[in-house]
């Protein structure tokens, strides 16, 4: 099983980025997926998660209404739509997939290798 995220990059504050996450060796269909994301010297924390039908989102506080979060079964990919990126959003940003939607990262089995995301004013 393997994640792989892309999109990470050096974006000016206010400006926008769209990470993906393509799996292979899993269904991307069969599971939920979220983001997280750890700054340095931070631990890692939710960033957003998206039920297995993508009816549910579920997103951190200090990005709703920033980010969204989608994905596309059949191109086993999903998606985080990052728009008015300020310099607390820098940080290595995760994929993950799991049996159930959550913002614990304890719910979720299978990871990516990150994107660094780098915010500057």
């Known amino acids: 099983v393997q994640l792989v995220e892309s999109g990470g990059g050096s974006v000016q504050a206010g400006g926008s980025l769209r990470l993906s996450c393509t799996a292979s060796g899993l269904a991307i269909g069969s599971y939920h997926m979220g983001w997280f994301r750890q700054a340095p010297g931070k631990e890692r924390e939710f960033v957003a998660a998206?039920?297995?039908?993508?009816?549910?989102?579920t997103y951190a506080d200090s990005v709703k209404g920033r980010f969204t979060i989608s994905r596309d079964n059949a191109k086993n990919t999903v998606f985080l739509q990052m728009n008015s990126l300020n310099r607390e959003d820098t940080a290595i940003y995760y994929c993950s997939a799991g049996p159930r939607s959550s913002s614990a990262a304890s719910a979720y089995d299978y990871w990516g290798q990150g994107t660094q995301v780098t915010v500057s004013s």
């Open positions: 998206i039920s297995w039908g993508g009816v549910e989102e």
